[in-house]
C-alpha cells in the first residue's frame, strides 16, 4: 500500500512538472520601415479596447521572441520662438573722469512698455575689446545699473551682443567704457526681445464608431460601441432635423445641441466635449431629451480621442510583434529607454503601423521555477517521511 500512495504522488509530480500553464493573449504585427533609428507605432482602438486600461500589458518582441523595451508617449513638444527688434538713436556721446559715455533712446515712440533681453550693436571698427557698464532710464535724468559685460571683435572672431539677465523695460540706456583710445563707434544699436515657448500637441484620432438608437421615455439612447478604455475628447452628431435639444452623457456631460437652419444662414452646434473620460466598458451613451417632440433622425457619429505611441528603437525590413490583452495580471515594465525618451523624442523618428491582428492565441506561460522547486522539496520531504514511517512500522512487527 505503502509504496503505491509514493509511486502515485511520483507520478502526480511528474505531471505538474511536465505540463506547463497556458494563457491566451492577442497579438499584432508590425512592419519596420524607414532608416532612423527610432520607430513610433500610434496605438489604435482595437489595442486600448482589449488591453489593461494602464497598457501594463504591452509585450514588445522582435523577430527572433526578444522583448523590445519602448516607451509610451503622449503628446508631441512644439517649440516656437519670436523675436522683435526696437532701433535706437543716439543722443549723447561725451568724455567724463576718464570714461566715455554713449546715450542712446528708441528711435520712436512706442504706444505701449517694450520688453528687451538682448542688446545689438553694429561697428565698422575691428581688433577691439570693451568692457562695457549699461544703465538704462526712462526719462534721461534718473539712471540704473543694469549690467557689465564685453564687447569685441579680434581675428574674425565678434561678441557685439549683451544678454540681459532678465528683460528690461527701459527706453534709454547709457554705455559706458573705461576708455575709448581706439575710438570706436556704432552704426546701429537695437534692442531685442525674443522669446522661445513650449507646446505639447496631444495625438488626437478621428473614430466614425458603430451605434445604435433607442427611443423610449421621451428621449433618445445613443449607445455607441468599441470605446473600452478610450480617453474621449468629443463626440459630434450628424444629423440633418431641425432641433434644440440637451444631451446628457453616460460620464455625466451635459450640452444644450443644436441645428437651427434658418433665413439661409445655418446655426449649428452638435459637439459634446468629453473632458478626457476613460470609457471603463465596451459601450459609451447619450441620452437626447426630446420632450414630446419626435426623435430626431442621427445619420452618423464622429468621435475623437486621445491616442498614444509606442516608441522603440527599431531595425528596418524586420517585423516585429505587439503583444496585448494577456489572461494574467500584468505589471507595467519598467525600461532604461524611459530614462532618457527625451533626448529620444528630440531625434528623427519613423512613424510605423499595426499590421495584421490576432486574438485569443494560446501561448505557453512562463513558469515560476521557484515555487516548483519548493513543491518537489516538500513532496521529497513527505515521501521520505512517509518510507521512514513503514519502515518503522515494519521493525515493530
Not at 459637439?271 to 426623435?295: C, F, G, Q, V
Not at 528603437?313 to 505587439?322: D, F, N, R
Not at 507595467?332 to 510605423?352: E, F, G, T
Not at 501561448?363 to 518503522?392: C, Q, S, T, W
Request: net charge negative; with cysteine.
Amino acid at each position: 500500500m505503502g509504496k503505491k500512495i509514493i509511486i502515485s504522488l511520483l507520478c502526480l509530480l511528474f505531471v505538474a512538472g511536465c505540463s506547463a500553464p497556458i494563457e491566451t493573449i492577442n497579438s499584432a504585427e508590425i512592419a519596420i520601415s524607414g532608416g532612423n533609428r527610432y520607430k513610433a507605432l500610434r496605438l489604435t482602438p482595437e489595442i486600448y479596447n482589449a488591453a489593461d486600461r494602464d497598457l501594463a500589458d504591452l509585450l514588445l518582441k522582435d523577430s527572433r521572441g526578444e522583448v523590445v523595451p519602448y516607451f509610451i508617449n503622449t503628446a508631441q513638444q512644439k517649440e516656437s520662438s519670436s523675436r522683435e527688434t526696437y532701433a535706437m538713436e543716439l543722443i549723447d556721446s561725451y568724455l567724463k573722469d576718464k570714461n566715455f559715455y554713449f546715450d542712446y533712446k528708441l528711435a520712436a515712440e512706442q504706444k505701449s512698455d517694450i520688453l528687451a533681453t538682448t542688446i545689438e550693436f553694429s561697428t565698422g571698427d575691428t581688433n577691439f575689446a570693451k568692457s562695457m557698464e549699461i544703465y538704462g532710464s526712462y526719462d534721461n535724468l534718473n539712471w540704473t545699473f543694469v549690467c557689465e559685460d564685453k564687447l569685441y571683435s579680434i581675428d574674425n572672431k565678434s561678441k557685439l551682443q549683451i544678454e540681459f539677465k532678465e528683460p528690461q523695460k527701459y527706453t534709454h540706456y547709457r554705455f559706458k567704457l573705461a576708455n575709448n583710445l581706439e575710438q570706436i563707434s556704432f552704426t546701429a544699436v537695437e534692442l531685442v526681445y525674443s522669446s522661445k515657448t513650449s507646446e505639447e500637441i496631444y495625438f488626437i484620432e478621428s473614430l466614425r464608431p458603430e451605434f445604435r438608437i433607442e427611443n423610449k421615455d421621451r428621449g433618445t439612447e445613443i449607445i455607441i460601441a468599441g470605446l473600452k478604455n478610450l480617453r474621449l475628447c468629443d463626440i459630434t452628431i450628424e444629423s440633418d432635423s431641425m432641433f434644440k435639444r440637451t444631451a446628457a452623457t453616460l460620464s455625466g456631460v451635459k450640452k444644450e445641441l443644436y441645428n437651427l437652419p434658418l433665413n439661409d444662414i445655418s446655426y449649428t452646434d452638435m459637439t459634446i466635449p468629453l473632458n478626457r473620460y476613460i470609457s471603463r466598458e465596451e459601450i459609451y451613451s447619450i441620452i437626447i431629451d426630446n420632450a414630446d417632440d419626435k426623435p430626431i433622425n442621427i445619420k452618423g457619429i464622429d468621435l475623437r480621442y486621445y491616442a498614444d505611441e509606442l516608441v522603440f528603437e527599431g531595425t528596418a525590413g524586420e517585423t516585429y510583434t505587439l503583444e496585448f490583452g494577456s489572461s494574467s495580471p500584468a505589471i507595467a515594465p519598467v525600461y532604461d529607454i524611459m530614462r532618457y525618451q527625451d533626448q529620444v523624442l528630440k531625434s528623427a523618428i519613423d512613424n510605423v503601423s499595426l499590421g495584421k491582428m490576432h486574438y485569443g492565441e494560446a501561448m505557453p506561460k512562463e513558469r515560476d521555477y521557484k515555487v516548483l522547486f519548493n513543491i518537489v522539496v516538500i513532496v521529497i520531504a513527505l515521501l521520505l517521511g512517509a518510507v521512514i514511517i513503514l519502515r518503522l512500522k515494519q521493525a515493530k512487527a
